[in-house]
Every structure is written in structure tokens, then in C-alpha cells.
């Protein structure tokens, strides 16, 4: 089993930025994709951005595009997303997730093993 833990939300201003943190545990994740994704109330949970084992492929969705980046720390088997010039439509709870896969296969929440239980993200403009 692998525990997914997410930190780093909170209220920010339009215009602001945050560092998003997924730390996992009880299992080496150094393998495996991980990815973002958000869910606004009253909508679908929407990819945001993945990436491969080893860092070195990224992905993410066109309207984050610029603004938000996707990285991670093996050694700390842990994934970050930065977020950047945040917009009111950003706000959302943001879920960390793993792919038991090395290459990233879709945007799907199907495509996704593991979940974290999310960090909301509020921005005010």
C-alpha cells in the first residue's frame, strides 16, 4: 500500500503562488508516474499535470501551461507542484496521484492507483 499525504494549500491572492507537496509512504514511489490533479466544486476532477519516473518527461494540462510546474525528489519520494500567477478558477482541491506505470498513459483519474486526500487551494481576487 502507498499513502499519498498532500500540503502546502491555503488562501492566496490572485496573482499569487504556492508550493504544493505530496509525500509518499510505505512504499518506494521512484518508479512510478505521479501527477496532479484539481476538483472545483460542483465539477469533475480534472487532470493538471504528471510526470515520469524519472523527471524527465512532463505533462500538463493547456490552461496551466507557463504557470504551474510539476517536479519531484526521488530521494524524498515526494512530488511538488509550484503554482504560479494563480487565478480565481484555480481554486480547487488539488489531489496528488500515482500511476503504478513508468511512462504516463493519459489524463484519466482511471489511469491512477493512489490517491492523497487533498490540499484546497483558495484564490481571491
Known amino acids: 500500500q502507498v499513502q499519498l499525504v498532500e500540503s502546502g494549500g491555503g488562501l492566496v491572492q490572485a496573482g499569487g503562488s504556492l508550493r504544493l507537496s505530496c509525500a509518499a509512504s510505505?512504499?518506494?514511489?521512484?518508479?512510478?508516474?505521479m501527477a496532479w490533479f484539481r476538483q472545483a466544486p460542483g465539477k469533475e476532477r480534472e487532470f493538471v499535470a504528471a510526470i515520469n519516473w524519472s523527471g524527465g518527461r512532463t505533462y500538463s494540462t493547456s490552461s496551466v501551461k507557463g504557470r504551474f510546474t510539476i517536479s519531484r525528489d526521488n530521494a524524498k519520494n515526494t512530488v511538488y507542484l509550484q503554482v504560479n500567477s494563480l487565478k480565481a478558477e484555480d481554486t480547487a482541491v488539488y489531489y496528488c496521484a500515482l500511476d503504478q506505470r513508468t511512462i504516463v498513459r493519459g489524463t484519466s483519474p482511471d489511469a491512477y492507483d493512489y490517491w492523497g486526500q487533498g490540499t484546497q487551494v483558495t484564490v481571491s481576487s
Open positions: 510505505g512504499r518506494t514511489v521512484s518508479n512510478y508516474v
